[in-house]
């Protein structure tokens, strides 16, 4: 039987926070039992979202070595990013386009985070989470940051990333319906380029995610044709 996107929706976002304090906050871990559940959301994603099995081809390596050093940090950003946009298509299929946006907001900031902690700049994470900074010059702070180390897209990563966050963060709920369509479908697409750029920023920088970028470029490219 199929699974439904409420159910689905719910099942993922628990067992990617799940996921998320384990690898982050010291949570205890649940061992095969996490892994197991991951995977079965990857493959359920997968079918759901019509990846044609990129998606679970990607995140079974991940899951079956979740213990070794980087693979529960690549299986969270490939399915709670890849997660995050596709269910985004879903709810502006479904004409809530303030949720839809907010998802896309949701993810390319997760994204930056992956960014600045495989950067070695990580305290511009921290000052924005800690309320010091709002989320626009930190990104600015990340593109200052990035640029001198070769990687020309900063600026345009910077602009990309706060365009799509700012989208979520202040949403306009009187605007038409056209337009309200228009910005959630803008959000979406360049939440994906946000997340491929993140992953070739990481590539430049020799810290890449343990997933084919090419394969996640795949997936990101079908989950934004589905608009």
């Not at 205890?28 to 892994?35: F, H, N, V």
């Not at 896309?104 to 511009?124: D, L, M, P």
């Amino acid at each position: 039987m199929a699974v439904s996107f409420s159910a689905l929706d719910k099942r993922i976002e628990r067992d990617t926070r799940v996921l998320h304090d384990f690898l982050w906050q010291g949570a205890k871990e649940r061992g095969s039992a996490l892994a197991s559940a991951l995977l079965k959301d990857a493959r359920d994603a997968d079918a759901f979202l019509r990846l044609g099995g990129l998606l679970r081809k990607s995140a079974e390596p991940l899951a079956k070595g979740l213990e070794k050093p980087g693979n529960g940090e690549s299986l969270f950003e490939l399915l709670d990013h890849a997660w995050g946009l596709g269910s985004a298509t879903v709810l502006a299929s479904k004409k809530d386009y303030r949720r839809a946006a907010g998802r896309a907001k949701e993810v390319v900031g997760s994204a930056s985070i992956g960014v600045c902690a495989n950067a070695g700049c990580f305290e511009f994470v921290e000052e924005w989470e800690g309320g010091k900074v709002e989320f626009d010059p930190y990104a600015g702070k990340l593109a200052a940051f990035l640029e001198p180390k070769g990687v020309l897209d900063a600026p345009q990563f910077k602009r990309m990333l706060t365009t799509v966050y700012n989208f979520g963060m202040n949403w306009n709920g009187a605007a038409s319906q056209f337009e309200q369509a228009l910005a959630a479908r803008a959000s979406i697409a360049g939440g994906g380029w946000c997340l491929l750029t993140a992953v070739s920023i990481r590539e430049m920088l020799g810290a890449a995610p343990r997933f084919s970028s090419s394969d996640y470029a795949k997936i990101v490219d079908r989950i934004v044709a589905r608009l």
